[in-house]
C-alpha cells in the first residue's frame, strides 16, 4: 500500500521539477530536423517580436478558473514493473484547496483521501486506518522533487510550468515551436504546436550532473469541452537514480461548478 501513497503525492508533485529562470544563458538546444534554432543573447528586433507573439499565444491558451473537478485513470511503471491501476477524482479551488480521493482499482475502494493547502498536506491512509498532518514540504520529502502549491495546480489542469518571459532560444518546426529557459536548477524546454500553440511538452534537464534529474512530460487529446482547451491525456517520465513512467487520463471533467472538499477524521485513527 506504500505504493498507492507514492502515487498519489506523485500525482500531484511531478511537474515540480524546476525553479525561476535566470539571465544567464549557458546552453542552447541543438538543430534537430528542418527546425532553426536561434539564440537570444544577440537578438534582433524581429526575433524579439517573434518570441513576444509565440509567448502571448501561449499565455492565451492558459486556462483560467475558480473551480475544477476530474476523474482520471492513472497508469505507472517503476523498477518493479507496472503498478496497480488507480482512478483518482480530483477537485480544487484555485489557489486554495487540492483534493484527492485514490482508488486502487484491484481493491475497489477508497485507499487514499487527500487534502492539500498551500501550507498543509493531510493524508487519510483508509486500509491502515492512520492519518498524515505534514507541512507542504512533505511532497517534496517523499517525491524528492523540489515545488510549490502553484506548480502542482497547473500540471492538473495542464497549463505550462516555470513559463518565463526570459527565453534564452527558440526553435521552430514545420510543426512546433519550442521555447528554452534557464533556471537555477533545470533547463526548461517547452514545445507548443505552430498552429494552434497549444502546449505539448516540457523537458527538463538538471543543471546539477551529479544529480541528473530529467523529466519528460507530454500533453494531448485535447477536448474543447465548453470552450477551453484540456489536454485529457498526460505522459510522464522522471528518472534520477531510477525511472518510472506516468499515465494520466482524464476520463472526465468539469470547470466552475460548486463544489464541496470532505475531509474528516474517524476517531480509531492513529495520528503521524
Request: proline share 3%.
Amino acid at each position: 500500500m506504500k505504493q498507492f501513497a507514492y502515487l498519489a503525492i506523485l500525482i500531484v508533485s511531478i511537474a515540480s521539477i524546476g525553479c525561476r529562470a535566470t539571465k544567464k544563458i549557458n546552453t542552447v538546444i541543438a538543430k534537430k530536423d528542418s527546425a532553426v534554432t536561434t539564440i537570444i543573447a544577440d537578438a534582433h528586433a524581429d526575433s524579439l517580436r517573434y518570441i513576444r507573439e509565440v509567448y502571448g499565444k501561449l499565455a492565451e491558451n492558459t486556462i483560467d478558473y475558480k473551480t475544477f473537478s476530474a476523474k482520471m485513470k492513472v497508469e505507472y511503471w517503476d523498477k518493479d514493473g507496472k503498478g496497480p491501476d488507480l482512478t483518482v477524482f480530483v477537485r480544487m479551488q484555485k489557489d486554495s484547496i487540492i483534493w484527492l480521493s485514490v482508488n486502487a482499482t484491484v481493491f475497489s475502494y477508497e485507499a487514499f483521501r487527500i487534502l492539500i493547502t498551500p501550507d498543509s498536506v493531510k493524508l487519510l491512509n483508509k486500509q491502515d486506518k492512520i492519518v498524515q498532518l505534514r507541512s507542504v514540504k512533505y511532497l517534496e520529502e517523499v517525491a524528492q522533487i523540489p515545488f510549490d502549491f502553484h506548480t502542482v495546480q497547473e500540471l492538473i489542469i495542464g497549463n505550462p510550468l516555470f513559463l518565463d518571459s526570459n527565453i534564452v532560444s527558440y526553435r521552430k518546426g514545420p510543426e512546433t515551436i519550442s521555447l528554452l529557459s534557464m533556471g537555477e536548477l533545470f533547463k526548461n524546454l517547452i514545445t507548443i504546436g505552430v498552429d494552434n500553440y497549444l502546449l505539448q511538452h516540457i523537458k527538463l534537464d538538471d543543471q546539477n550532473a551529479r544529480r541528473n534529474r530529467t523529466a519528460d512530460l507530454s500533453f494531448s487529446n485535447y477536448n474543447g469541452q465548453g470552450g477551453v482547451a484540456f489536454s485529457t491525456y498526460r505522459k510522464m517520465s522522471f528518472t534520477e537514480k531510477s525511472k518510472i513512467d506516468v499515465q494520466m487520463e482524464f476520463k472526465q471533467y468539469a470547470f466552475n461548478e460548486s463544489l464541496s472538499y470532505p475531509f474528516s477524521i474517524p476517531k480509531n485513527y492513529s495520528i503521524q
